[in-house]
Nanobody, 120 residues
Framework: QVQLVESGGGLVQAGGSLRLSCSAF????????LGWFRQGPGKEREFVAA??????SYADSVKDRFTISRDNAKNTMYLQMNSLKPEDTAVYYC???????????????WGQGTQVTVSS
């Protein structure tokens, strides 16, 4: 029903910043709760952030450093990542779901991921 495409990943020094984008095709983001997940090397995929009708939420590991936002008119979601740490290195995935609960655990729709590498 909807295709999600991430962009904006890359290599950055510790302490630097990146902004990830997630664009939707086929449907608008206004119909969905949205989120970001990541999977580091040798690790399980983990929740990073979500934005729903009621507000935003973040994993403890990224609070005060990452900011999730959305532009419904552009069918685009963003993840602003500041003060990056080597442990933030991962493939980052955007996700969407009609449920504000499922978007944090088992979203219906996923992007293919974008690599973020933070060097020390």
């Amino acid at each position: 029903q909807v295709q999600l495409v991430e962009s904006g990943g890359g290599l950055v020094q510790a302490g630097g910043s990146l902004r990830l984008s997630c664009s939707a095709f086929g449907r608008t983001f206004s119909s969905y709760n949205l989120g970001w997940f990541r999977q580091g090397p040798g690790k399980e995929r983990e929740f990073v952030a979500a934005i729903t009708w009621s507000g935003t939420s973040y994993a403890d590991s990224v609070k005060d450093r990452f900011t999730i936002s959305r532009d419904n008119a552009k069918n685009t979601m963003y993840l602003q990542m500041n003060s990056l740490k080597p442990e933030d290195t991962a493939v980052y995935y955007c996700a969407a779901d009609s449920s504000s609960f499922a978007v944090r655990s088992a979203p219906d729709y996923w992007g293919q991921g974008t690599q973020v590498t933070v060097s020390s």
